[in-house]
């Protein structure tokens, strides 16, 4: 709270709800460790193999064998890596019962990271904690009926500084399924079908720092970024990492927006994303 005394500003030492909130920021989750990890615990259905979570194809599905019950997935890598995310493709998490836990191995010991649990089919889960640095990690999934996953990214996320800018289209809000209306001869309606379309989030961010020797920096993230797109991978985006809102898809590769300078130390970042919330 803030009081005014004569022309001199008083700040409480409480912070409000409001300030807070500015803490909050972006996330983008290309980057994944699984397609060079040694990978087990996984107990798959024949028909639904794991591979299918690593070929960024979210029409594919992994499923473990149980219809119920537990697994848990371990990740292995040959060396220390930065860990800061993990992203999972679900077209069923809610029916199924989906809940779980991802936990990192750190110098002796299992240390859980996050918890999540799913709260709509066909609705994504995205989890990010400060940075550790490891090479193992694994994830629990516990289900009370048949699970289906297309995609599991786990890695380090490209950190954005804050929220995007005004005109942000959150996913969960921007259906752009489409209906086509059918008439008879004399223009009386008959019926109408949706086609199905999914969702698509449209974000800005004006004046992120272009400083090639931070890690987070446009001149280190968008080279790589651009090059995940043009091999036609879809990302995660997580837009304000104090909520439960993400995003799971392609950006077009053949109109994906360069990246800009708005001056000699910052530029623009524009991320479309079609596919689901």
């Given at each position: 709270m803030t009081t005014v005394v004569g022309n001199v500003f008083v700040l409480s030492s409480t912070p409000s709800v409001a300030a807070g909130n500015d803490c909050a920021f972006s996330i983008?989750?290309?980057?994944?460790?699984?397609?060079?990890?040694?990978?087990?615990?996984?107990?798959?259905d024949g028909d639904y193999p794991f591979s299918n979570c690593l070929d960024y194809a979210d029409n594919t599905k992994y499923s473990p064998s149980p219809s119920s019950g537990s697994v848990t997935i371990t990740f292995s890598q040959s060396g220390l890596s930065e860990v800061d995310y993990f992203g999972i493709g679900i077209h069923n998490g809610f029916s199924a019962g989906l809940t779980g836990k991802f936990e990192v191995f750190t110098g002796g010991s299992w240390v859980e990271v996050a918890t999540f649990a799913a709260y709509e089919d066909n609705?994504?889960?995205?989890?990010?904690?400060?940075?550790?640095?490891?090479?193992?990690?694994?994830?629990?999934?516990?289900?009370?009926?048949?699970?289906?996953?297309?995609?599991?990214?786990?890695?380090?996320?490209?950190?954005?500084?804050?929220?995007?800018?005004?005109?942000?289209?959150?996913?969960?809000?921007?259906?752009?399924?489409?209906?086509?209306?059918?008439?008879?001869?004399?223009?009386?309606?008959?019926?109408?079908?949706?086609?199905?379309?999914?969702?698509?989030?449209?974000?800005?961010?004006?004046?992120?720092?272009?400083?090639?020797?931070?890690?987070?920096?446009?001149?280190q993230q968008w080279p790589q970024y651009q090059d995940h797109v043009k091999n036609c991978r879809p990302v995660f985006f997580k837009w304000d990492t104090s909520k439960n809102q993400n995003a799971f898809g392609l950006?077009?590769?053949?109109?994906?927006?360069?990246?800009?300078?708005?001056?000699?130390?910052?530029?623009?970042?524009?991320?479309?994303?079609?596919?689901?919330a």
């Open positions: 983008v989750g290309y980057k994944s460790l699984l397609p060079i990890s040694a990978i087990t615990g996984f107990n798959q609705r994504t889960i995205c989890e990010y904690w400060d940075a550790v640095t490891c090479s193992q990690q694994r994830l629990t999934l516990t289900f009370t009926s048949k699970l289906y996953i297309s995609c599991i990214y786990v890695g380090k996320a490209w950190v954005l500084p804050r929220l995007p800018d005004v005109g942000f289209a959150p996913a969960h809000l921007n259906n752009i399924d489409q209906v086509e209306s059918f008439f008879s001869d004399n223009g009386q309606f008959i019926i109408g079908r949706r086609i199905n379309k999914g969702y698509e989030t449209e974000a800005a961010f004006k004046f992120l720092r272009l400083n090639s020797n931070a890690a987070d920096s446009l001149e950006q077009d590769p053949n109109n994906m927006q360069q990246m800009r300078y708005d001056s000699s130390l910052y530029g623009t970042l524009n991320i479309k994303l079609k596919g689901r």
